[in-house]
């Protein structure tokens, strides 16, 4: 346990007449204050002399106070800032303020939204941000990898746009509208990319004609759901905040093409509403670029056919972006707009209640691989090298773990239906936290000895809670929070281990303690709803041998512990 926080706890029960209960509130929300004060001081523009920025590094050396830097391939370097992954923080800034009083948090959130929006929207209202833009905080000029061709990139990101209409609202306009103008590449048949252009000219937006398509049907983008979701958020944000009817069109329009090529059967899918159009043929199978047609057709179709499509893949990390991210985020437009948000709220319950009967295993508390027809591909061995991996890589079940027991809890605070609810059930037993009971309060028995320390799993209680009103599940949530502060506060970072190389200043701990505060003091409106977004920067990176290492993520740098190293995968 952490030493310094129970120490913290006892002198304070000593000091005041305090409950326990008040106490350990007090305490974890004074752990908060101190973490936010430490990354404001470590991670800040420590560059510019008597005028610093509001900007904030992404990641520091909780033992030297380094700053987390991008090394280019050629030797160049940069101090990473990239505010599509700081969006967690401003929630906490901005929470933080409410929850405590002291206005300084909000107001250092709110000076960053400002300083990008006047400092790094391009003329037609993108942002240099994303996973492959961001900025040097030593210079202060926009940085990105080159081989990316330094395009606009989010997903599952979630931009704050609560915070970004109340500081600029015409320059939250234009961003969204720039956004869905980069990224929509023929508005007619909904032909969306991840990537989306800077500069480009304004179209006619939410004016365009729209003719629905197949499913399937072959484009050069790829309609990855994860690049989707923030258009679909980020469009029906704009209708929130300006009653642009035209927006909330759109956004649906685009939400229900991830709807409409459903198995008619088991209701499950999809990924992708597309597939890769095919510009090229190969006979390598390990070449697994998108102009050689659709990737899962390649590995999976010679056995199982035609419905072998990457839309259908119900493969770990694709059902997190379907039944965690996309469910999270339409669960909460379905509640913010009412009877506008209907629809939104029935594809995803439709779809969640979809995925716990066809692919949850109660008995091992896993998930099935499958394809979206049913077929079940649990210890399936590939016979072929392919985009989902090599020859002889065998597909194994995956354990349901605490960011699908939140989608299922807020599904289930919306639609109490049983067989949501057996998934929370599960998922919570297999998460050492007890049994959950076989409904809200009924023959429940919660373990409050648990270890665990997700945040998730807070997330998931509070939901639980506010459904049900059952004291048990708010002081099952009160013992994870504490073993969050307890295990994961280094050096003044909250972190997944001592030993990392780089504290994140995005996580999502503090955020947990947050809302579990605002929960518990009749302030819920005081923390902004959880959508399970962030950001991230990806690209080639210079490793200590010179060589590059392609398509290297900032989450990889994360992970590492003191004294790792990057292993190497295409080196050029």
Do not use: C
Request: hydrophobic share 35%.
């Amino acid at each position: 346990m952490n030493t310094f926080y129970l120490n913290l706890v006892a002198a304070s029960l000593l000091m005041l007449s305090i409950s326990p209960v008040q106490a350990d509130s007090t305490q974890r929300l004074k752990a908060v204050q101190q973490y936010v004060d430490t990354v404001l001081d470590k991670a800040g523009d420590h560059y510019h002399g008597d005028k610093p920025t509001p900007l904030l590094a992404d990641g520091i050396d909780p033992r030297t106070g380094n700053q987390l830097e991008w090394h280019f391939p050629g030797g160049r370097t940069a101090v990473l800032s990239n505010f599509s992954a700081q969006q967690n923080l401003m929630r906490v800034l901005v929470g933080l303020s409410h929850l405590t009083g002291d206005a300084r948090y909000h107001q250092r959130a709110a000076d960053n939204v400002k300083y990008y929006f006047d400092h790094y929207q391009d003329k037609n209202g993108l942002l240099i941000w994303g996973g492959h833009r961001f900025v040097d905080l030593k210079t202060l000029q926009a940085e990105g990898p080159s081989e990316k061709e330094r395009v606009h990139e989010l997903k599952n990101a979630y931009p704050y746009y609560d915070l970004m209409f109340e500081v600029n609202k015409p320059a939250a306009e234009r961003f969204i509208r720039a956004f869905w103008n980069a990224h929509l590449y023929d508005w007619k048949i909904m032909e969306t990319s991840r990537h989306g252009e800077y500069g480009k000219k304004m179209g006619d937006l939410w004016n365009n004609k729209f003719e629905q398509q197949p499913p399937f049907f072959a484009t050069k983008g790829l309609s990855f759901l994860n690049a989707g979701n923030d258009l679909i958020y980020s469009a029906s944000m704009l209708y929130k905040y300006n009653n642009e009817a035209g927006a909330l069109v759109w956004a649906k329009r685009l939400a229900e093409q991830y709807v409409l090529p459903r198995d008619k059967t088991t209701g499950l899918g999809v990924y992708q509403f597309t597939q890769a159009l095919k510009r090229e043929s190969t006979t390598d199978d390990a070449d697994t670029q998108s102009k050689y047609g659709d990737r899962a057709q390649r590995q999976f179709g010679p056995e199982f056919g035609p419905s072998a499509l990457e839309g259908n893949m119900m493969l770990k990390g694709r059902t997190s972006t379907i039944y965690s991210e996309n469910a999270l985020m339409q669960l909460q437009l379905a509640s913010d707009l009412g009877n506008d948000g209907k629809d939104l709220q029935k594809w995803t319950l439709d779809g969640l209640k979809a995925f716990a009967k066809y692919a949850y295993d109660a008995a091992n508390n896993s998930f099935r691989p499958m394809i979206a027809n049913g077929k079940d591909l649990s210890n399936y061995e590939l016979p072929r090298d392919g985009y989902y991996g090599k020859k002889g890589t065998v597909l194994k079940p995956y354990k349901a773990t605490s960011d699908f027991m939140l989608s299922y809890a807020r599904a289930y605070s919306q639609d109490n239906d049983a067989d949501l609810w057996k998934v929370v059930r599960g998922i919570a037993m297999g998460q050492d936290l007890g049994d959950m009971g076989s409904k809200p309060g009924e023959s429940m028995k919660v373990n409050l000895a648990t270890s665990n320390n997700d945040p998730y799993a807070v997330f998931a209680l509070l939901d639980i809670y506010q459904t049900s009103k059952v004291k048990d599940y708010l002081t099952l949530a009160e013992t994870v929070a504490d073993n969050i502060v307890a295990t994961k506060l280094h050096n003044g970072f909250f972190m997944e281990s001592s030993d990392r190389q780089y504290a994140d200043i995005d996580s999502i701990d503090p955020y947990a303690i947050l809302a579990l505060d605002a929960v518990l003091n009749n302030k819920q409106g005081a923390v902004a709803p959880f959508l399970n977004g962030a950001g991230f920067t990806e690209g080639a990176y210079l490793m200590p041998d010179g060589t590059s290492r392609i398509s290297t993520s900032d989450n990889e740098i994360f992970a590492l512990n003191v004294g790792e190293q990057l292993k190497p995968n295409n080196k050029k």
